[in-house]
């Protein structure tokens, strides 16, 4: 056979080969994964099935998440809350996921990598169909770093579907999983729909702070930012923190508003979570209706998405409809508000003064303890010499008034006697 034949052959089978790189392996699922039609869906990387065609060895004990697999897992990745990620990654390996998808949609899948080699990406597929590719050249922070990236959208059906990742440009990536977000019509993410919180009698609420009502803020649109609110003024972004997502590009005097119902009268108290790297940092001051529950301390410049909790102060609330107002006092970003109740509304009723010790107190209104004449803290046992004059009187009285009745009554009888004689 000439060379010619040969090297056609090889090219034919390398053109009816590479479609084939993609094709899905049938395998058994390791867990169920539901893509809800609503809301975000996780995708943990450690989830893959059964089988795969990663097969790097780890000697080092990385394989601490699926140590039934020569694939290189570890813990590490929660940034976006999942449960460890694949590393190790060799070009061309692969990894796939067995996924239930709830309703008919178009949906945005999304991939949180981490790299600290500065290069290196992934290729999506859907049922052997590309979704998209993430970026080339990460920013090399860190193999424990994550940043979300978005992948690409697609129409999926309601079902059964395969996903599978392959690594590319020589590895040099941690993956941790994806996101998998239902989006409209028009390719965007459903219109943001209140949630009503409700601020309870136990525990803690939180309210994230891409949830603020619709109208009135005051804020200036971003240019391209608005990831997490469309349609709004307000500058908003998803971030890897246990809320998800924050508002942003914050000056002071800026202000947004929550409409909130509290279940039980009481008092609550207010918790802000921000981060920075202005210079000047900045805080939140925080009023429901008419009462100003107070102003937090400015922010530590740790960084924009390295948050922390700072106390903004507590305030009386009665059940029913709220506004909580938070307006913002430099320059910060604002994840979220937790909110406590701390016991009951304090009574503005005085209390009832306690009933005065039993003393022995003469029957005939004298002088009680405690005035000057018993200073010494002693009880009197004798009436005041007062009293005893008094009595005194009181009995020559008598005596004066019998004896008179008794001088009468002698004279009538002698009148008597006298008138019968004659």
Do not use: C
Request: charged residues 20%.
């Amino acid at each position: 056979m000439s060379r010619k034949k040969i090297l056609a052959g090889l090219i034919v089978m390398a053109l009816v080969m590479m479609p084939l790189l993609s094709i899905n392996v049938s395998a058994a699922p390791y867990t169920e994964i539901n893509i809800a039609g609503s809301g975000v869906s996780k995708i943990n990387a450690t989830d893959f099935d059964t089988e795969y065609g990663l097969t790097t060895d780890t000697p080092d004990g990385g394989r601490n998440i699926r140590p039934e697999t020569d694939v290189g897992t570890e813990h590490g990745g929660n940034d976006f809350g999942f449960e460890g990620n694949v590393g190790w990654m060799d070009q061309i390996e692969w990894l796939q996921w067995t996924i239930n998808v709830a309703a008919d949609g178009f949906y945005r899948f999304n991939a949180a990598i981490a790299s600290d080699s500065g290069n290196g990406g992934i290729d999506l597929y859907l049922d052997g169909e590309k979704i998209g590719s993430s970026p080339d050249g990460k920013e090399g922070n860190g193999w424990q770093d994550y940043t979300m990236y978005v992948i690409g959208d697609t129409n999926v059906s309601a079902g059964t579907h395969i996903l599978r990742m392959e690594s590319w440009s020589g590895g040099g990536i941690n993956i941790a999983g994806f996101d998998v977000e239902p989006l409209n019509e028009f390719g965007f993410p459903p219109v943001w729909e209140n949630p009503n919180y409700r601020i309870t009698r136990s525990g803690t609420t939180t309210i994230k702070a891409t949830d603020f009502d619709p109208e009135p803020y005051q804020k200036e649109g971003a240019d391209g930012a608005q990831q997490v609110r469309e349609g709004h003024a307000v500058r908003t972004e998803g971030n890897g923190s246990e809320w998800g997502s924050n508002i942003g590009w914050i000056a002071a005097g800026d202000w947004v508003q929550y409409t909130v119902n509290v279940a039980s009268d009481g008092v609550y108290s207010f918790v802000a979570a921000i981060a920075s790297d202005a210079d000047p940092t900045g805080g939140v001051k925080i009023t429901v209706g008419d009462a100003e529950v107070g102003t937090s301390a400015n922010s530590a410049k740790n960084g924009w998405q390295e948050y922390d909790k700072y106390p903004v102060g507590e305030v009386a609330l009665t059940s029913g409809e709220h506004v909580i107002k938070v307006e913002f006092t430099g320059g910060v970003n604002f994840a979220a508000i937790e909110v406590t109740r701390t016991g009951d509304i304090p009574s503005d009723e005085p209390e009832a003064a306690a009933p005065p010790a039993e003393v022995d107190t003469p029957a005939d209104g004298g002088d009680e303890p405690g005035d000057e004449s018993a200073d010494d803290g002693e009880t009197p046992t004798t009436p005041p010499a007062s009293s005893s004059s008094d009595d005194d009187g009181n009995m020559i009285l008598w005596i004066i008034v019998a004896v008179v009745a008794v001088v009468i009554i002698v004279v009538i009888i002698i009148f008597a006697t006298k008138k019968k004689k004659a």
